[in-house]
Protein backbone atom coordinates (compact mmCIF):
# COMPACT_ATOMS: atom_id res chain seq x y z
CA UNK A 1 0.00 0.00 0.00
CA UNK A 2 1.39 3.16 -0.98
CA UNK A 3 1.96 5.87 2.13
CA UNK A 4 0.77 8.66 2.48
CA UNK A 5 2.34 12.22 2.57
CA UNK A 6 1.96 14.33 5.01
CA UNK A 7 3.25 18.27 5.51
CA UNK A 8 3.39 19.99 9.08
CA UNK A 9 4.14 23.76 8.76
CA UNK A 10 5.48 24.46 12.85
CA UNK A 11 6.48 21.15 12.89
CA UNK A 12 9.36 22.89 15.25
CA UNK A 13 6.68 23.28 18.20
CA UNK A 14 4.74 21.71 20.92
CA UNK A 15 2.18 20.51 18.77
CA UNK A 16 4.06 19.41 15.46
CA UNK A 17 6.49 17.29 17.82
CA UNK A 18 3.77 15.48 19.21
CA UNK A 19 1.85 15.09 15.81
CA UNK A 20 5.45 14.48 13.33
CA UNK A 21 5.29 11.45 16.12
CA UNK A 22 1.77 10.53 15.71
CA UNK A 23 1.84 10.51 12.00
CA UNK A 24 5.08 8.58 11.76
CA UNK A 25 3.64 6.02 13.64
CA UNK A 26 0.52 5.70 11.56
CA UNK A 27 3.23 5.26 9.08
CA UNK A 28 2.95 8.69 7.05
CA UNK A 29 6.22 9.79 5.31
CA UNK A 30 6.38 13.61 6.73
CA UNK A 31 8.01 16.62 5.64
CA UNK A 32 8.26 19.26 8.28
CA UNK A 33 8.51 23.10 7.19
CA UNK A 34 11.54 24.56 9.32
CA UNK A 35 13.03 27.90 9.73
CA UNK A 36 15.92 29.22 8.92
CA UNK A 37 17.88 29.84 12.23
CA UNK A 38 21.36 31.09 13.24
CA UNK A 39 20.58 28.62 16.45
CA UNK A 40 19.04 24.80 16.26
CA UNK A 41 15.35 25.26 16.70
CA UNK A 42 14.68 21.59 16.31
CA UNK A 43 15.21 20.39 20.04
CA UNK A 44 12.07 18.85 19.96
CA UNK A 45 12.19 16.49 16.78
CA UNK A 46 16.06 15.67 16.77
CA UNK A 47 15.17 12.42 17.82
CA UNK A 48 12.94 12.07 14.88
CA UNK A 49 14.92 14.01 11.88
CA UNK A 50 16.56 12.48 9.10
CA UNK A 51 19.70 13.36 8.15
CA UNK A 52 18.57 12.51 4.57
CA UNK A 53 16.14 13.95 2.15
CA UNK A 54 15.30 10.83 0.35
CA UNK A 55 12.03 9.36 1.48
CA UNK A 56 13.04 5.50 1.12
CA UNK A 57 15.92 6.36 3.31
CA UNK A 58 13.83 8.59 5.86
CA UNK A 59 11.86 6.18 6.96
CA UNK A 60 9.94 6.56 10.30
CA UNK A 61 11.62 10.07 9.98
CA UNK A 62 10.52 13.87 9.49
CA UNK A 63 12.22 15.11 6.27
CA UNK A 64 13.58 19.06 6.97
CA UNK A 65 11.72 21.47 4.38
CA UNK A 66 13.44 24.67 4.95
CA UNK A 67 10.65 27.02 4.69
CA UNK A 68 8.31 30.05 6.06
CA UNK A 69 4.60 30.77 6.05
CA UNK A 70 5.99 34.49 4.95
CA UNK A 71 6.55 33.28 1.46
CA UNK A 72 3.93 32.44 -0.82
CA UNK A 73 6.87 31.08 -3.51
CA UNK A 74 8.22 28.55 -0.77
CA UNK A 75 4.92 27.26 0.43
CA UNK A 76 3.64 26.51 -3.50
CA UNK A 77 8.00 25.01 -4.10
CA UNK A 78 7.40 22.84 -1.56
CA UNK A 79 3.53 21.63 -2.35
CA UNK A 80 4.63 21.02 -5.66
CA UNK A 81 7.49 18.82 -5.11
CA UNK A 82 6.25 16.92 -2.33
CA UNK A 83 2.40 16.80 -3.38
CA UNK A 84 1.07 15.90 0.14
CA UNK A 85 -2.42 14.26 0.83
CA UNK A 86 -2.56 16.26 4.02
CA UNK A 87 -0.96 19.30 5.18
CA UNK A 88 -1.55 20.34 9.47
CA UNK A 89 -0.98 24.28 9.19
CA UNK A 90 0.77 24.66 13.05
CA UNK A 91 2.82 27.93 11.92
CA UNK A 92 1.86 30.79 14.05
CA UNK A 93 3.54 33.13 16.19
CA UNK A 94 1.81 32.03 18.73
CA UNK A 95 2.23 34.37 21.83
CA UNK A 96 -0.62 36.65 22.24
CA UNK A 97 1.26 39.49 24.80
CA UNK A 98 4.04 39.60 22.04
CA UNK A 99 1.36 39.93 19.09
CA UNK A 100 0.80 43.50 20.53
CA UNK A 101 4.63 44.05 19.85
CA UNK A 102 4.56 42.93 16.37
CA UNK A 103 1.37 42.78 15.23
CA UNK A 104 2.07 43.38 11.80
CA UNK A 105 4.38 40.00 11.57
CA UNK A 106 2.08 38.66 13.67
CA UNK A 107 -0.78 39.59 11.17
CA UNK A 108 1.50 38.50 8.47
CA UNK A 109 2.23 35.31 9.25
CA UNK A 110 -0.93 33.94 11.13
CA UNK A 111 -3.69 35.44 9.20
CA UNK A 112 -2.39 35.80 5.17
CA UNK A 113 0.25 32.64 5.99
CA UNK A 114 -2.99 29.95 6.30
CA UNK A 115 -4.14 32.35 3.02
CA UNK A 116 -1.00 31.17 1.07
CA UNK A 117 -1.18 27.27 1.83
CA UNK A 118 -4.70 27.39 0.76
CA UNK A 119 -3.76 29.62 -2.87
CA UNK A 120 -1.37 27.12 -3.14
CA UNK A 121 -3.57 24.10 -2.65
CA UNK A 122 -6.22 25.37 -5.10
CA UNK A 123 -3.82 25.82 -7.64
CA UNK A 124 -1.46 22.90 -7.21
CA UNK A 125 -3.39 19.74 -5.95
CA UNK A 126 -6.92 21.24 -4.39
CA UNK A 127 -7.27 17.10 -2.85
CA UNK A 128 -4.92 18.19 -0.34
CA UNK A 129 -6.57 18.14 2.68
CA UNK A 130 -6.04 21.27 5.20
CA UNK A 131 -6.49 21.83 8.71
CA UNK A 132 -6.03 25.05 10.26
CA UNK A 133 -4.52 25.44 13.68
CA UNK A 134 -7.65 27.90 15.04
CA UNK A 135 -7.88 29.14 18.95
CA UNK A 136 -9.89 30.00 21.86
CA UNK A 137 -8.55 33.53 21.68
CA UNK A 138 -10.74 34.30 19.08
CA UNK A 139 -14.14 34.29 21.46
CA UNK A 140 -12.48 37.10 23.07
CA UNK A 141 -14.08 38.09 26.80
CA UNK A 142 -17.38 36.15 25.06
CA UNK A 143 -20.52 37.10 26.39
CA UNK A 144 -21.24 32.96 26.72
CA UNK A 145 -19.72 31.42 29.70
CA UNK A 146 -18.88 28.02 27.94
CA UNK A 147 -17.90 28.71 24.05
CA UNK A 148 -18.49 26.48 21.05
CA UNK A 149 -18.46 26.28 17.32
CA UNK A 150 -21.72 28.56 17.24
CA UNK A 151 -20.64 31.47 19.43
CA UNK A 152 -19.68 34.50 18.41
CA UNK A 153 -16.02 35.66 18.01
CA UNK A 154 -14.70 38.47 20.09
CA UNK A 155 -11.30 38.78 19.26
CA UNK A 156 -9.30 41.14 21.24
CA UNK A 157 -5.38 40.91 20.15
CA UNK A 158 -3.95 41.48 17.05
CA UNK A 159 -2.81 37.51 17.60
CA UNK A 160 -6.82 36.66 17.96
CA UNK A 161 -7.51 39.32 15.15
CA UNK A 162 -5.87 37.30 13.11
CA UNK A 163 -6.55 33.93 14.00
CA UNK A 164 -10.10 34.77 13.04
CA UNK A 165 -9.15 35.79 9.38
CA UNK A 166 -7.24 32.46 9.28
CA UNK A 167 -10.78 30.60 10.60
CA UNK A 168 -12.28 32.56 8.33
CA UNK A 169 -10.17 32.05 4.92
CA UNK A 170 -10.30 27.89 5.57
CA UNK A 171 -14.08 28.14 6.02
CA UNK A 172 -14.14 30.41 2.46
CA UNK A 173 -11.48 27.93 0.32
CA UNK A 174 -14.02 25.17 1.78
CA UNK A 175 -17.26 26.66 0.54
CA UNK A 176 -15.84 28.28 -2.83
CA UNK A 177 -13.79 25.80 -3.85
CA UNK A 178 -14.62 22.62 -2.54
CA UNK A 179 -11.38 22.44 -0.87
CA UNK A 180 -11.27 19.57 2.29
CA UNK A 181 -10.32 22.73 4.78
CA UNK A 182 -10.81 22.21 8.72
CA UNK A 183 -10.74 24.20 11.54
CA UNK A 184 -9.32 23.02 14.75
CA UNK A 185 -10.18 25.51 17.69
CA UNK A 186 -8.09 24.60 19.68
CA UNK A 187 -8.58 26.01 23.54
CA UNK A 188 -5.07 25.76 25.58
CA UNK A 189 -3.03 22.77 25.77
CA UNK A 190 -0.19 22.24 27.20
CA UNK A 191 2.77 19.62 27.70
CA UNK A 192 6.46 19.98 28.74
CA UNK A 193 7.39 20.40 25.09
CA UNK A 194 5.49 24.08 25.58
CA UNK A 195 7.10 27.43 25.33
CA UNK A 196 8.85 28.42 28.25
CA UNK A 197 7.21 32.33 28.00
CA UNK A 198 3.68 30.35 28.40
CA UNK A 199 2.42 30.82 31.72
CA UNK A 200 2.39 27.01 32.63
CA UNK A 201 5.43 25.72 31.55
CA UNK A 202 6.81 29.28 32.71
CA UNK A 203 5.58 28.35 36.28
CA UNK A 204 6.58 24.94 36.22
CA UNK A 205 10.13 26.01 35.19
CA UNK A 206 9.99 28.98 37.27
CA UNK A 207 9.35 27.32 40.87
CA UNK A 208 11.81 24.66 39.98
CA UNK A 209 14.23 27.33 39.86
CA UNK A 210 13.24 28.82 43.07
CA UNK A 211 13.26 25.36 44.94
CA UNK A 212 16.53 25.32 43.62
CA UNK A 213 17.52 28.34 44.87
CA UNK A 214 18.66 29.21 41.42
CA UNK A 215 16.44 32.43 41.49
CA UNK A 216 14.66 34.27 44.40
CA UNK A 217 10.77 35.04 42.75
CA UNK A 218 8.66 33.71 39.94
CA UNK A 219 7.38 37.13 38.61
CA UNK A 220 3.88 36.44 36.72
CA UNK A 221 1.47 38.83 35.54
CA UNK A 222 -2.56 38.44 35.81
CA UNK A 223 -3.02 35.58 38.50
CA UNK A 224 -6.73 35.61 37.78
CA UNK A 225 -7.47 34.80 34.40
CA UNK A 226 -9.02 31.07 33.76
CA UNK A 227 -8.00 28.76 31.25
CA UNK A 228 -9.54 25.48 29.96
CA UNK A 229 -6.09 23.87 30.05
CA UNK A 230 -6.06 20.09 28.05
CA UNK A 231 -2.74 18.03 27.22
CA UNK A 232 -1.14 18.81 24.23
CA UNK A 233 -0.48 15.36 22.94
CA UNK A 234 -3.90 14.35 22.91
CA UNK A 235 -5.17 17.16 20.96
CA UNK A 236 -2.42 16.49 17.96
CA UNK A 237 -4.23 12.87 17.72
CA UNK A 238 -7.65 14.89 16.75
CA UNK A 239 -6.05 17.00 14.27
CA UNK A 240 -5.29 14.13 12.73
CA UNK A 241 -9.09 12.28 13.29
CA UNK A 242 -10.51 15.14 12.05
CA UNK A 243 -8.68 14.92 9.10
CA UNK A 244 -9.92 11.31 8.41
CA UNK A 245 -13.46 12.50 8.85
CA UNK A 246 -16.00 11.99 5.65
CA UNK A 247 -16.27 15.85 5.43
CA UNK A 248 -14.56 18.64 6.48
CA UNK A 249 -15.98 20.83 9.05
CA UNK A 250 -14.76 22.74 12.29
CA UNK A 251 -14.40 21.39 15.76
CA UNK A 252 -13.98 22.88 19.11
CA UNK A 253 -11.44 20.93 21.35
CA UNK A 254 -11.37 21.63 24.74
CA UNK A 255 -12.09 19.63 28.94
CA UNK A 256 -14.86 21.54 29.56
CA UNK A 257 -13.02 22.17 33.01
CA UNK A 258 -10.85 25.74 33.52
CA UNK A 259 -8.66 26.62 36.19
CA UNK A 260 -6.74 30.38 37.17
CA UNK A 261 -3.51 30.93 36.63
CA UNK A 262 -3.27 30.94 40.35
CA UNK A 263 -4.96 27.54 40.76
CA UNK A 264 -1.98 26.75 38.00
CA UNK A 265 0.62 28.26 40.62
CA UNK A 266 -0.84 26.51 43.71
CA UNK A 267 -1.19 22.71 42.39
CA UNK A 268 2.73 23.22 40.59
CA UNK A 269 3.90 24.51 43.90
CA UNK A 270 1.96 21.73 45.22
CA UNK A 271 3.89 18.89 43.30
CA UNK A 272 7.22 20.94 44.51
CA UNK A 273 6.62 20.64 48.11
CA UNK A 274 5.66 24.27 48.45
CA UNK A 275 2.14 25.26 50.02
CA UNK A 276 1.90 29.03 48.68
CA UNK A 277 -0.75 31.13 50.02
CA UNK A 278 -1.31 34.65 48.86
CA UNK A 279 -1.08 38.19 50.49
CA UNK A 280 -1.90 41.64 49.50
CA UNK A 281 -3.78 43.22 46.24
CA UNK A 282 -3.33 43.94 42.60
CA UNK A 283 0.61 44.28 41.71
CA UNK A 284 1.52 44.77 45.69
CA UNK A 285 -0.31 40.47 45.46
CA UNK A 286 2.67 38.00 46.81
CA UNK A 287 2.80 34.49 46.86
CA UNK A 288 4.53 32.87 49.88
CA UNK A 289 5.58 29.33 50.87
CA UNK A 290 3.40 29.09 53.76
CA UNK A 291 6.25 25.87 55.03
CA UNK A 292 9.15 28.74 55.13
CA UNK A 293 7.26 31.78 55.54
CA UNK A 294 9.08 33.15 51.96
CA UNK A 295 7.98 34.83 49.20
CA UNK A 296 8.10 32.96 46.16
CA UNK A 297 5.54 34.96 43.88
CA UNK A 298 5.38 38.52 43.08
CA UNK A 299 3.57 40.42 40.38
CA UNK A 300 4.95 42.52 37.63
CA UNK A 301 2.65 44.90 35.62
CA UNK A 302 5.42 43.84 32.43
CA UNK A 303 2.90 40.66 31.85
CA UNK A 304 -0.05 42.57 31.85
CA UNK A 305 -1.64 42.57 28.62
CA UNK A 306 -4.15 45.55 27.44
CA UNK A 307 -6.70 43.39 27.35
CA UNK A 308 -6.69 40.08 28.68
CA UNK A 309 -8.90 37.44 28.40
CA UNK A 310 -10.54 36.30 32.17
CA UNK A 311 -12.24 33.48 31.28
CA UNK A 312 -12.03 30.47 28.62
CA UNK A 313 -14.19 27.47 28.88
CA UNK A 314 -14.69 25.23 26.09
CA UNK A 315 -17.91 22.99 24.77
CA UNK A 316 -16.34 20.30 22.48
CA UNK A 317 -19.57 18.03 22.60
CA UNK A 318 -19.84 18.31 18.77
CA UNK A 319 -16.01 16.79 18.83
CA UNK A 320 -17.14 14.16 21.24
CA UNK A 321 -19.96 13.34 18.90
CA UNK A 322 -18.15 13.07 15.85
CA UNK A 323 -15.35 11.24 16.46
CA UNK A 324 -16.48 10.24 20.41
CA UNK A 325 -13.32 11.55 21.71
CA UNK A 326 -13.38 12.99 25.14
CA UNK A 327 -10.10 14.36 27.77
CA UNK A 328 -8.08 11.70 29.39
CA UNK A 329 -5.48 13.99 31.18
CA UNK A 330 -6.85 15.71 34.22
CA UNK A 331 -5.35 19.00 35.54
CA UNK A 332 -3.99 17.33 37.96
CA UNK A 333 -2.38 14.56 36.23
CA UNK A 334 -1.10 17.66 33.51
CA UNK A 335 0.57 19.57 36.14
CA UNK A 336 2.34 16.35 37.37
CA UNK A 337 3.35 15.27 34.21
CA UNK A 338 4.87 18.82 33.57
CA UNK A 339 6.42 18.99 36.83
CA UNK A 340 8.61 15.38 36.52
CA UNK A 341 9.38 16.05 33.08
CA UNK A 342 10.89 19.60 33.88
CA UNK A 343 12.91 18.24 36.45
CA UNK A 344 14.39 15.58 34.44
CA UNK A 345 14.84 18.10 31.60
CA UNK A 346 16.55 20.42 33.78
CA UNK A 347 18.95 17.55 35.50
CA UNK A 348 19.89 16.40 32.20
CA UNK A 349 20.40 20.49 31.01
CA UNK A 350 18.07 19.88 28.35
CA UNK A 351 15.44 22.63 27.14
CA UNK A 352 12.75 22.00 24.86
P1 LIG B 1 4.43 26.94 19.10
O1 LIG B 1 5.06 25.96 20.03
O2 LIG B 1 4.67 28.39 19.31
O3 LIG B 1 4.89 26.53 17.63
C1 LIG B 1 4.68 27.38 16.54
C2 LIG B 1 5.36 26.81 15.32
O4 LIG B 1 5.19 27.74 14.24
C3 LIG B 1 6.88 26.62 15.49
O5 LIG B 1 7.28 25.49 14.76
C4 LIG B 1 7.43 27.87 14.83
O6 LIG B 1 8.74 27.74 14.37
C5 LIG B 1 6.47 27.98 13.67
N1 LIG B 1 6.50 29.30 13.04
C6 LIG B 1 6.55 30.51 13.65
N2 LIG B 1 6.63 31.48 12.72
C7 LIG B 1 6.65 30.87 11.52
C8 LIG B 1 6.78 31.32 10.20
N3 LIG B 1 6.94 32.61 9.91
N4 LIG B 1 6.78 30.42 9.19
C9 LIG B 1 6.67 29.09 9.46
N5 LIG B 1 6.56 28.60 10.71
C10 LIG B 1 6.56 29.48 11.73
O7 LIG B 1 2.84 26.74 19.05
P2 LIG B 1 1.96 25.47 19.50
O8 LIG B 1 1.61 25.62 20.93
O9 LIG B 1 2.62 24.23 19.03
O10 LIG B 1 0.65 25.73 18.67
C11 LIG B 1 0.47 25.20 17.36
C12 LIG B 1 -0.56 26.04 16.61
O11 LIG B 1 -1.81 26.00 17.32
C13 LIG B 1 -0.23 27.52 16.50
O12 LIG B 1 -0.75 27.97 15.27
C14 LIG B 1 -1.00 28.18 17.62
O13 LIG B 1 -1.28 29.52 17.32
C15 LIG B 1 -2.24 27.31 17.64
N6 LIG B 1 -2.91 27.20 18.95
C16 LIG B 1 -2.20 26.78 20.04
C17 LIG B 1 -2.85 26.61 21.25
C18 LIG B 1 -2.10 26.15 22.47
O14 LIG B 1 -2.67 26.26 23.58
N7 LIG B 1 -0.91 25.60 22.34
C19 LIG B 1 -4.23 26.87 21.34
C20 LIG B 1 -4.91 27.30 20.21
C21 LIG B 1 -4.24 27.44 19.00
P3 LIG B 1 10.02 28.10 15.30
O15 LIG B 1 10.20 26.90 16.20
O16 LIG B 1 11.11 28.29 14.33
O17 LIG B 1 9.66 29.33 16.07
O1 LIG C 1 0.00 30.96 28.70
P1 LIG C 1 -0.51 32.18 28.05
O2 LIG C 1 0.48 33.11 27.47
O3 LIG C 1 -1.56 31.69 26.96
P2 LIG C 1 -2.77 32.44 26.21
O4 LIG C 1 -2.55 33.90 26.14
O5 LIG C 1 -4.03 31.96 26.79
O6 LIG C 1 -2.57 31.90 24.72
C1 LIG C 1 -2.35 30.52 24.47
O7 LIG C 1 -3.60 29.89 24.30
C2 LIG C 1 -4.34 30.33 23.13
C3 LIG C 1 -5.65 29.53 23.11
O8 LIG C 1 -6.58 30.11 23.98
C4 LIG C 1 -3.50 30.07 21.91
F1 LIG C 1 -4.19 30.40 20.79
C5 LIG C 1 -2.20 30.84 21.99
O9 LIG C 1 -1.40 30.52 20.86
C6 LIG C 1 -1.45 30.40 23.25
O10 LIG C 1 -1.06 29.07 23.09
O11 LIG C 1 -1.40 33.02 29.08
C7 LIG C 1 -2.47 32.44 29.78
C8 LIG C 1 -2.96 33.44 30.83
C9 LIG C 1 -3.23 34.84 30.27
O12 LIG C 1 -4.42 35.32 30.80
C10 LIG C 1 -2.07 35.68 30.79
O13 LIG C 1 -2.38 37.04 31.00
O14 LIG C 1 -1.94 33.60 31.80
C11 LIG C 1 -1.81 34.97 32.11
N1 LIG C 1 -0.47 35.22 32.66
C12 LIG C 1 -0.21 35.65 33.90
N2 LIG C 1 1.11 35.80 34.08
C13 LIG C 1 0.69 35.09 31.99
C14 LIG C 1 1.69 35.46 32.90
N3 LIG C 1 0.98 34.68 30.74
C15 LIG C 1 2.28 34.63 30.37
N4 LIG C 1 2.58 34.20 29.13
N5 LIG C 1 3.29 35.01 31.22
C16 LIG C 1 3.05 35.44 32.51
O15 LIG C 1 3.97 35.78 33.26
Known sequence: MTKKRALIIGIT???????AEFLIKKNYIVHGMVRRSSMPNTQRIDHILSTSRDEESSNKKIIREYGDLSSSENIQNIIRRIKPDEIYNLG????????????EYTYDIVAVGPLRV??????IKPNIKYLQASSS?????????????NTQFNPESPYASAKTLGYWTTRNYRDNFKIFASNVIMFNHESPRRGLNFVTK?????????KNKKRKYLYLGNLNAKRDWGYAK?????MWKMLQLKKADDFVIATNTHYSVRDFVEAAGKELNFEI???????KEVGIDKKTNKTVIKIDPYYFRPNDVQSLLGDASKLYKAIKWKPKTSFKKLVKIMVDKEIELIKNHKIY
Open 92 to 103: AQSHVKVSFEIP
Open 277 to 283: IWKGKGT
Open 118 to 123: LEAIKN
Open 234 to 238: EYCEV
Open 137 to 149: EMFGNSENNIQNE
Open 202 to 210: KIVRGLIEV
Open 13 to 19: GQDGSYL
